[in-house]
């Protein structure tokens, strides 16, 4: 069993305050996390590849706003992309500390050693690394960071574009992304259980609230709609049920 968890920069930071982390919120997202390896036996067969992904929250996001790069545009400063990928670095530290100390065998990969894009932007992101370390018992950590893109320098690549390439490269059973809101939301803000198309919810969907030059929920749902595999999208309290088998928040099967 394969599953790829990503852990919002909304959730485990605080998005409205540069470079801070929400260090409870961090604490109880690798205490659930931890417990869940614990469970009923002490092996891990319950979900013995677990990778994680952690978005950019108010480390990533403020610097690449500061420095005019996004997904889609780009820049040629080294000291610009190296700002984002070293505020992306910090924030992967303080997440593999929460992890470690609660002994989750949890390991780096940073993607901007290893990502690249084409001149259309297709992301190529070689996974043997990761399927190495999963093979070998360990816990890749990935987050959003910036990548090398063909005639555009330098431009962030997203925790949940990684999410797709993992979940599609290492044919994950379940794919679950933690944010603050409990899953997605309706015009009444209720949460949506399933959604099946686009359509569904579009009226819904905005952007995110805060800094964030990756898209917001829109982008989430549009990008999770076309894996394979059926996502789920879910709050905090959502992590816990997610790993022991269950469907939190609402669940995307395009
Ligand atoms: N219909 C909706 N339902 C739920 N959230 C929505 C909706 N429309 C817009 N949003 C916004 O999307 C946000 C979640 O997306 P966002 O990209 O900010 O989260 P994240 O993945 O946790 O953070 P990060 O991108 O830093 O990793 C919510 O906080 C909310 O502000
Ligand atoms: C802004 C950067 C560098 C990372 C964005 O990742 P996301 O928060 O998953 O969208």
């Known amino acids: 069993m394969t599953t790829v968890l990503k852990l919002g920069g909304s959730v485990i930071t605080d998005k409205d305050r540069r470079e801070t982390v929400d260090l409870p919120a961090l604490e109880a997202a690798a205490t659930a996390v931890a417990d869940s390896f614990a469970d009923g036996s002490d092996e891990r067969d319950e979900h013995e590849d677990l990778v994680i992904v952690h978005g950019g929250g108010s480390y990533g996001h403020f610097h690449a706003e500061e420095h005019g790069v996004s997904t889609t545009t780009g820049t040629h400063d080294a000291h610009g992309a190296l700002a984002i990928h070293d505020a992306m670095k910090r924030l992967n530290g303080h997440v593999l500390d929460a992890f470690g100390q609660r002994e989750v065998p ?15 932007g297709d992301l190529t992101f070689p ?37 797709v390439r993992l979940a599609e490269g290492l044919d994950a059973d379940r794919v679950g992304l933690c944010s603050t809101v409990p899953g997605v939301l309706d015009t009444d803000d209720e949460v949506v259980p399933e959604i099946r198309e686009f359509g569904d919810v579009a009226a819904a969907l905005g952007g995110s609230d805060s800094t964030d030059v990756t898209g917001g929920m829109a982008a989430k ?25 269950e469907s939190p928040g609402t669940r995307i099967d395009g």
């Open 106 to 120: 949890t390991l780096p990969v940073h993607p901007f050693s290893v990502g690249a894009r084409d001149a259309d």
């Open 127 to 163: 996974l043997s690394s990761v399927r190495t370390m999963l093979d070998e018992g360990f816990v890749p950590v990935l987050h959003g960071d910036v990548v090398a893109h063909a005639g555009e320098g330098v431009t962030v690549v997203s925790g949940d574009e990684l999410v």
């Open 221 to 245: 749902v549009r990008s999770l709609l076309d894996l394979g595999a059926p996502a789920h999208i879910f709050g905090p309290d959502g992590i816990a049920p997610f790993l022991a088998g």
